[in-house]
């Protein structure tokens, strides 16, 4: 008798064990249940009350906001790459005069409500009218845009300048080791070869910090900035209409998931050479 005749055949794996029906699944069941609930009713009362002549009338100013929503958050987030850069230098740097100071502008940025920086710079500086005319800085700071494009670019620039030091630090002392045998100046080491494996390991991060700017970009509504939130608490003040906030929320989540699908694309295209 060959030693395949002996050999058992496949078998199907055994069945799962039943689960019991525990507290904290009826628990949960119960929580899916009233969720399901609220979104059919929020859904039922939204169809309900839904007016076109307020959403043809108010659409193209969301519209409007929601550009000027983009192209802030797209400005600040540019600026705060080119700051971040010598800043995350400087936080690595052994010289106390420059790392001290780096770590004191990142501590405050990080560790401050944006919304408090805001004021600081729109009503803050705003007391120092007389002496910005002197300078010739008053017709920068009069303008509510440029107070938040300013105070966004500041905020962006610490949390960018972490990333991006945290990202340098993880790559292996190997990379420069290696270099350093092949003779490799040091200039050309960081850009041709730690830079690129930093940007790799941040390039998650900048995602979310795209985002949470996207979010945290609502509040300069209240500076007088007629952004995609602006422009629903003018429609708001107008119609008294719940379902102006709905719009909104639903133009940001909109957004949020746009910039997050093509965030995830770009990850996976560009560490494809990493997946085995």
């Known amino acids: 008798m060959s030693v395949a005749a002996t050999l058992i055949p496949p078998q199907a794996p055994p069945p799962a064990p039943p689960q019991p029906y525990t507290l904290s699944r ?20 939204v169809v309900n009350g839904w007016d076109p002549a307020k959403f043809a009338k108010y659409g193209p100013s969301y519209l ?3 550009g000027v929503t983009l192209l802030l958050v797209a400005i600040s987030i540019s600026l705060g790459a080119l700051v971040s850069l010598p800043l995350a230098f400087a936080r ?80 292996p002392r190997g990379q420069h080791e290696g270099a350093a045998s092949l003779g490799l100046p040091k200039r050309i080491t960081f850009f041709k070869i730690i830079l690129p494996q930093a940007l790799i390991v941040a390039l998650r991060p900048y995602g979310n910090e795209i985002i949470l700017m996207i979010k945290g970009s609502a509040i300069v509504a209240i500076v007088t900035v007629f952004d995609l939130m602006g422009e629903t608490r003018r429609a708001f003040s107008r119609t008294f209409d719940y379902q102006t906030y709905l719009w909104a929320a639903l133009l940001y989540l909109m957004i949020v998931e746009i910039m997050r699908n093509l965030w995830a694309w770009l990850e996976a295209r560009l560490t494809r050479h990493l997946k085995r």
């Open 92 to 171: 690595m740097s052994k010289n106390k005069l420059l790392s001290w100071p780096a770590f004191a502008y990142v501590y405050f940025f990080r560790g401050t409500p944006l919304l408090t920086q805001l004021f600081l710079v729109y009503y803050g500086l705003g007391s120092f009218s007389a002496e910005l005319k002197a300078l010739g800085l008053w017709g920068f700071f009069r303008d509510a845009w440029n107070c938040a494009l300013l105070t966004f670019t500041l905020n962006t620039a610490a949390y960018q300048a972490e990333i991006l030091r945290g990202a340098i630090e993880s790559v």
């Open 64 to 66: 409007s906001g929601l």
């Open 26 to 45: 009826f628990v949960g069941s119960v929580a899916l249940g009233v969720w399901l609930a609220l979104t059919v009713g929020i859904f039922l009362t």
